[in-house]
């Protein structure tokens, strides 16, 4: 039988890698070539490049960020899920042979687990309410 600690080890293990494979191949150049990502984003929900990358943005740095220390894991993730399954459905037109879509879709899997598992104890979030 799996102990609580080892889920909740697993769970941190999980987070932490994904946040930051996350964060180092999508949100740091967001972060760091706002205008030169602006430039070649696509605009699938057609309301314009601006809020479509601001969003982008959002969830592959901040949220990203949020699941890596363990804070709103469950609502950041969900951000990431529809991020991520937006990407997959409007964009890579939900083609799982291209690695594109591949990788939208396994992100997707991934924040969407993370909507329903929540972070684990391991985690500022769990830090905090110890606190109180």
């Not at 696509?42 to 601001?54: E, M, Q, R, S, V």
């Amino acid at each position: 039988m799996i102990k609580l600690k080892q889920i909740d080890l697993g769970l941190l293990l999980f987070r932490v890698m994904v946040s930051a494979v996350l964060y180092i191949n999508h949100g740091h150049e967001k972060l760091f070539d706002f205008s030169g990502m602006l430039n070649r984003i696509a605009d699938p929900l057609h309301i314009g490049k601006l809020p479509g990358l601001l969003f982008a943005t959002f969830s592959d740095v901040v949220c990203a960020a949020l699941v890596f220390i363990g804070f709103r894991v469950r609502l950041a993730a969900a951000f990431i899920a529809l991020n991520t399954f937006l990407a997959f459905v409007l964009v890579q037109k939900l083609d799982v042979t291209s690695f594109r879509g591949e990788i939208a879709l396994l992100y997707f899997c991934c924040s969407l687990l993370l909507c329903f598992t929540g972070g684990g104890a391991y985690g500022l979030e769990r830090a905090s309410h110890k606190q109180q």
